[in-house]
């Protein structure tokens, strides 16, 4: 992917052949539509990283979250699962006892599918916070039934992931005075969130790979992982210590001893 994501780069500055693309994949998703699958994953041209979300103001954003919308967000939050997966959940996928959640479907246009990588099949371990939000949900739910959604509308149907964005998290921005970022003030922001932290916290970026199922971690690299500039201060802090502690004391010595001769 990274090298056909290239070759997209290169050939951006041609208007006919980027035309030519977005009709070809417009007809691919028709086609994919109509038989029944999510659309292909859209194709970014020229790409440049989105101005993410950075902890401070997630941390403020999640203490702004409406109590009702608390489960799914923090959901999100905690293990930095697509939208998709996160609104496919059956109760029979969450074991609040082995405190393990199984990503088995993903949901698009309020119709469920597999996901569309073997590395998006996977399990993942919950954080004692979350088994508590999760058991009070579960307790205050009129569909607790394994085959049930755990987030799920009056009826029962699965929430829809407008709602979510724009009852949850766009009023919980606007509380917590976080402005409003085009492309990373979703539920993305969430997952880019989640993989930095990941990153950030252990040193390494496999674990972020396994957490959010990419299916290689070039992805991981590339697009959800971003470096603070107190972290770009700091590399560079130990680069000096490491090579060089006493290069400068020994430039004094050398102009002092060389002011003596003199």
Known sequence: W???QSLFNRINKDPKLEELLERNKKALDKKRQEAGYPPTGHIRLGRTPPNRVNDDEAKAIIGAIASEWIPPILTLALTGLRAGELLAL???DVDLLSKRISIRHSLWRRQIFEPKTEESI???????VLVQILMKHHSGSQFT???DFVFCQADGRPTDPDSLRRLGIYPALERAGVTFKKRASGCHAFRHLAASIIHKETGSLKLAQTQLGHSTISTTSDIYTHVEEEELERTASVLGQALAPNVVEMLYETENSTETIQ
Do not use: S
């Open 145 to 147: 039934a394994p085959d």
């Open 2 to 4: 990274p090298r056909l």
């Open 90 to 92: 059956r109760w029979k």
């Open 122 to 128: 996977r399990d993942l371990m919950m954080p004692d």
